[in-house]
Every structure is written in C-alpha cells, then in structure tokens.
C-alpha cells in the first residue's frame, strides 16, 4: 500500500477548537450565510443542529470549494426541515423510514438534515432499523474515524470542533480506521467506502481496519447485499478521480469476486484499465456534450472477457440493459478480428471503419477502444470523431421521387451513398442524385 500523503490540517486541530477562522477561509460566502441562518433558525425553537460528517472532514482537509451541507438535528430533524423550507421558501422531502430530510433551496441549493438516531443491524448486512439516539449515538454509528467529526451551528459554540472517536488524529496522520469491530459485518458496503477514500484522500487503511476488511471477505459478507446496493458503491467508486486505482484496490482485499466468482484482475487487465480511463478523459474532453456512462465504460470493461454465460448473468444481476449486454458480447466475439484488420498497415477505407463499428455505443467502443493497441486507435478515433457523423444528403424522399419503390432497397442505396462519399468517390449533392440514379437502374434490369 502506498504511504499516507500528511495532509494540511490547520495545525494541531484538538476536540474543541474553534473553527471559524477556517470556515471564514475555505467557504464560499453562500455557505457560511446559509450555516448562521440554519443555527439562528435553530436557536430561536430551542434546538441543536451541527455540521456533520464528510463536509467537516474536508473542511479539515482545506478544501471548502465544494462543501456539503450536511445537518445533523438533536431529535427534531424532520420539523426543522420543514419549517425551515418554508423559511427560506424552498421545498422539502422527508424520508421518514430513516430520519432524513432534504431542503431545497431557491437557485437549487440543497441541504440534507439528519436527525440524531442509532441504527440496530438485526443480520449481518441488513439495512439498519433506525431508533432516536443522541449526538454521541450518532457520530459513533458511523462508517469511519474521519467521518464523525462535526461542529455546532448554534450561536454560542458556533464552530467548535466534536471528536468523540479521533477523526482529526486521522485525518492527520492519513488513516482510515473503523469505528467498531462490528462495523463491516454491519454493513460490507463500507469496504467499498474504505477503498473509494483511501483513493481519493491517499490514505492508507490501518492494519486492524485491513485485517477486518478481509475476515469479512472470507465470510462472503457480500452475498448477502443486494446487486442494487453493490452497484451503488460500485458507480461511486467509478464517478472518482482515479477508478482503475480504486479497483486495483478492491482486487488487492479479494472485492471482485462478488461481482462474479471468476473474475480476477491480471498484470494485463490493469494497464488496460488505465487506457480505458485515458480514452474515457479523451472523449469527455473532445464530446463534452455527449451522454457517456463512466459506470458502463469501467464495468463493462471488467466483466467483458467473462465467458459468455457469466457476462449475461452478471450484467442481469447488475442491471445493466439487455442491448448493452449484448454489445458487449458481440463486441467480444468480433474483438480479434476487428483489430487485427484495424491494425494492419494498409489503412482500411473510412467505409471498411464504418462497417467494422457502427451500431456500437460509445462505451463499448472505448472498451475496444482500449483493449486494441496504437496501430488501431487511430482509426477508433477517427471513426469516432468524423466518419459516425456522416451522413448523405439524399433522403428517403428523394430516392422515392427517383422512381424507387419504399422497400429494403432504400436501405441498400443510402448506404452506399454513405460508403461513396466517405470514401470520397462522391462529394456534393448532385454526385449522389446521379450514383443513386445508376444503382436504382441497376436493381431494375436485375
């Protein structure tokens, strides 16, 4: 494991410092504004109401340009969130079944407001049965060390730092560590959590934390979390800066196999997952307008050389559509010889490329993409940056006013009125009104 980078906390950061100068500092104006009005809000009705978790973390961390407004409420979570919508004139959504609220503000800021509760785990991996607990129930329920920190919003402690489990001690040193023994057989998804932090943040993950990481792989912990809640941690950890290190990791701690039994992640496979993430940043930066699925690019790339009985039942457990399914299959079964003729040194015609690759999604032609070498990515490139925009000027219309029955001939014609003028043999309007003349008088002496 790569050594922790020491991050820059604010000196030696204790339980019970005050945090405003950093808040004052790192946090945009809208902010700070909105955190004073929460605890004058709470003030006024008697009430507790902190800063709480992650956003408190990276604050720490000296990163306030993307904070979340994260409330945590002593035992009036959902009333504050109601009346506070109607406060400030924005709109509310409970969720009651777990103690949590959403405001949303005028302009879209959002706020997730949390009341105080425990979380009672009846089987290992069950989601929890939530009960009203206090401040120290909550913060000690938590994932991680350095994700139960927080600190008050209400006027008199404004800003003064609750460590109850030695988050900032953490955070300085760059360890995650667990708060309970219990904490992955609780809930397993947090071993995805650990590696998604320990990527992000450069941590490392500390040795009893390791050590229960991989008791509850062995148990096969989960098997008993739904596909829905996996594949959730799974797009998580594929939204983050680096997801090829983030699944080398998970194949380090034994992860992937809960994807299915066979896959595994060889020396090969991840270099091919670092081109895979360059030819994703290529095509987001060159398409910047086009949808793309990070999640169908990285975890169509790792389960695309399973066999196929294990693709097909994988991508159902998972969720994945059937029509990708099977552009992953056909992909995989084209894959060598697409390759090799996009390989040779002869140049294949543009209408050869277009031939090879059309109908694909662009996920699955940067997984081919990827999994091809230099000699073919240039004409991957050039497919999809020129030749899968080209389109003839003739239309069905003009086909039908050329004397051509509607029909599968139409299809036949325009597509090679589409070869011609990619191949360059025709370029203008009028060159193709006179070679669809010619193929339609040919298709009628036939």
Known sequence: MNAPVRQPLPGEVKPGDDLSPLIDRLLPSGDRSILRRIGRFADDRGWKVYSVGGAVRDLLLGKGENFDLDILVEEHGLEFARLFAREVRGSCKL??????AMVIMKGGRRIDVTTTRGEVYHHPAALPEVVPGSLEEDLRRRD?????LAFPLNAEHFGSLIDLVGGAADLRAGV????????????????FRAVRFRQRLNFIIEPRTEELIRTAVDLRLFEKVSPERLRHELELIFAEPDPPGAVEAM???????FIHPRLALPEGDRSFLRRLARHLAWFLRVFPGE?????RVYFGGLIYRLPPPGLAATAKKFNLSRRFAEQLRSARDDEASIIKELSAKIQPAP?????????????????????????SEERFRRFLTEYRRVRPEVSGRDLEELGLPPGPAYRQVLEELLFARLD??????????ALARRLIDRSGRR
Not at 291 to 295: A, N
Not at 424 to 433: A, M, N, P, V
């Open 251 to 257: 194949a380090g701690y034994d992860q992937l196999r």
């Open 424 to 433: 360059g043999r025709i370029q203008t309007r009028g060159e193709e009104l």
């Open 291 to 295: 949808p793309v699925s990070s999640w």
């Open 351 to 375: 209408s050869r490329i277009v031939a090879l690759l059309r109908g694909r999604s662009p996920e699955v032609l940067l997984i081919m993409l990827a999994r091809g070498g230099p000699e």
């Open 176 to 191: 995650i560590r667990v708060l309970h023994e219990e904490s992955f057989r609780d809930d397993p998804t947090r071993i």
């Open 95 to 100: 969720y009651r079944r777990f103690a949590t």
């Open 144 to 148: 991680f060390t350095i994700n139960a």
